[in-house]
């Protein structure tokens, strides 16, 4: 179907002009803008005082303009092995975790795609919800569950598999098993509606010319659900790099990851510069994929 | 993963949901113990309950967020339905891709960055022309609205698309007025959509901690800024009293707004 527009927009002009402007002078304003005064601000000094940073442009006498371009800080993020450490870090987590999400995140979608008509809407409901409930309260279960005397340790010493309780809490396995959880949905939704859409006579045509249940699965499901695959794992991924809340609270002192290390030179260290610049480069890294989830997403809708 | 064993596929499938319900099980459970001391079981008691009604700080905070969540959601609503509008029924025009990017980028994009960002623009705004006065409320609205108009927008996308647009062109040619074909036509239609998408933006900016952290003033401490610095402290059994009343508020409001949708549908059906 080719995208039409609507009628009353074509014949409207003064409302379809306003219809459009509105949100894009919004965001324009509150989302476009504000990532060119991180960038001013990361070129600039840090100072002491309220903002806590230095102007980066200046009347100089006799009405000339002066830029003062200070890229000290990306150099400290270069030279300074503890930021170069906590983007790797971050990286190597959140790709780690993705990928157990997909181990995870694909059968499921399997299995709600190829569970009877009526029961589909629930199993996605059942999804859906842990989703809606506050995402630090259910980081905030698992730490009950995870440390010294906590629920998982007394139940794996009863049943005898440990006799000692198990260091669990404030670990990279903790952060790893907190990002799993908080993005399943995020994973098996956009999995399930490519699994959903797939036309099942391509597996019976398979399976009649002979083709073993489990090669259709890779020859024929797996290829046909890349476009979901990709998706989920961006919309997994992409947030993890960043992630502040699980390192944080189920991360040990030396979980290194870069969100928690731009929370800590906002907050703790009040350098307003470096915090921007942290920002800027974990931007640059995550620009491709970004934009590839910006195209999966246009290229996802109907024309 | 064998496609030959479906049962293998389901049997993963009930780990998933075990997985994804057990902690929240866990917490509810220990709600209701007795002993300080979360991970020991000591009898059943409401006390953690009552310890919550007469906890200041975590209800004037929970005041603080649900006003937030309110105006957020219906700021968001409006412009995240316009924005959809713009993006499905304009076809091609000049701001067409920095919107989609705009719509697109917020979904996938770091609270960090969007906190600073944000925190940056207030006060680079207040600096140049005076506005906002200082960090509060207002801020934190404003920033949430503009990361959940995205999950709006593509929640009323994907209502856009699917829907024909004939029948607004049949009224169109019927001689009805462009504002009267949105409000008699188009709005009904996509009332779903824009009540799933209010229920979204208010459950988002509920939720958020770090964004509001880096755009919050003194005096506005919002629900998740109160219970994650008792959370840093140790567990306590009234933040499980307190997940246990926010689970039971969001699970009937959405098994109520469900039910209203089910019901509305089925009318529906049953009138064709």
């Known amino acids: 179907m080719r995208r039409r527009s609507a009628p009353w927009l074509r014949r409207f002009r003064p409302g379809r002009w306003v219809v459009a402007a509105v949100p894009l002078l919004w965001l324009g304003l509150f989302f476009g803008l504000p990532f060119f005064i991180v960038v001013r601000i990361s070129l600039s000094e840090t100072v002491i005082g309220l903002p806590p940073y230095s102007a980066l442009l200046e009347w100089i006498e006799g009405g000339m303009l002066s830029i003062r371009l200070n890229f000290a800080n990306f150099a400290l993020l270069w030279q300074d092995s503890l930021y170069l450490d906590a983007f790797i870090n971050s990286v190597r987590v959140a790709a780690t975790a993705t990928l157990l999400c997909l181990l995870l995140g694909y059968p499921m979608a399997l299995g709600i795609a190829r569970a009877r008509q009526s029961l589909r809407i629930p199993l996605l409901l059942l999804v859906i919800l842990p989703f809606w409930t506050s995402f630090l309260i259910r980081v905030y279960a698992w730490i009950g569950i995870l440390k010294g005397n906590g629920l998982a340790n007394n139940v794996l010493l009863w049943i005898g598999w440990i006799e000692q309780p198990l260091p669990l809490l404030h670990t990279d396995f903790a952060v790893h098993l907190g990002i799993v959880y908080g993005y399943l949905p995020f994973m098996v939704l956009p999995l399930y509606a490519t699994l959903s859409r797939m036309d099942s006579s391509l597996l019976e045509a398979a399976a009649d010319l002979g083709c073993r249940p489990s090669r259709a699965f890779w020859r024929v499901t797996v290829p046909q659900s890349r476009p979901g695959i990709l998706a989920g794992s961006l919309l997994v991924f992409v947030p993890a790099v960043g992630e502040f809340v699980i390192p944080d609270l189920l991360g040990g002192p030396d979980t290194l990851m870069i969100g928690k290390v731009l929370w800590s030179e906002f907050f703790n260290n009040r350098d307003w510069p470096v915090a921007a610049a942290v920002a800027v480069a974990l931007l640059v890294l995550l620009v491709a994929p970004v934009l590839l989830f910006e195209r999966l997403r246009e290229r996802a809708q109907p024309r | ?272």
Do not use: C
């Not at chain 2, 503009?146 to 169109?172: C, G, H, K, N």
């Not at chain 2, 926010?246 to 209203?260: C, E, M, N, Q």
């Open chain 2, 1 to 272: 993963m064998n496609g030959k064993r479906p049962s293998l596929v389901f049997s993963l499938l009930a780990f998933g949901y075990a997985f994804l319900y057990a902690p929240i099980v866990s917490l509810i459970v220990y709600s209701f113990n007795e002993s300080r001391l979360v991970t020991v079981w000591a009898g059943f008691s409401t006390k953690w309950y009552v310890s919550l009604l007469h906890n200041d700080q975590l209800l004037g905070a929970a005041w603080v967020s649900l006003r937030i969540a309110v105006m957020n959601a219906t700021l968001a609503v409006v412009l995240g339905a316009l924005a959809a509008t713009a993006l499905v029924r304009f076809g091609r025009f000049r701001g067409r891709p920095a919107l989609a990017l705009m719509v697109g980028a917020p979904l996938v994009m770091p609270d960090v960055i969007l906190g600073l960002a944000s925190l940056l623009l207030f006060v680079a705004m207040e600096q140049l022309i005076g506005w906002p006065a200082g960090r509060g409320m207002t801020t934190i609205t404003i920033a949430h609205v503009t990361f959940s108009l995205a999950y709006v927008a593509v929640i009323v996308q994907s209502r856009l698309v699917r829907q024909d647009p004939s029948l607004e062109e049949a009224a169109m040619d019927l001689g009805a007025r462009p504002w009267k074909v949105f409000f008699v036509i188009t709005l009904p239609l996509i009332a779903p959509a824009l009540a799933a998408g209010w229920l979204l933006a208010f459950t988002l900016s509920l939720d958020d901690l770090v964004i509001a952290s880096f755009v919050s003033g003194p005096g506005a401490s919002t629900l998740p800024m109160v219970v994650y610095s008792s959370v840093r402290l140790g567990i306590s059994p009234e933040i499980n009293a307190l997940a246990t009343v926010l689970v039971v508020l969001v699970t009937s409001g959405i098994a109520i707004a469900g039910w209203l949708l089910h019901r509305r549908e089925a009318r529906r059906q049953l009138a064709e």
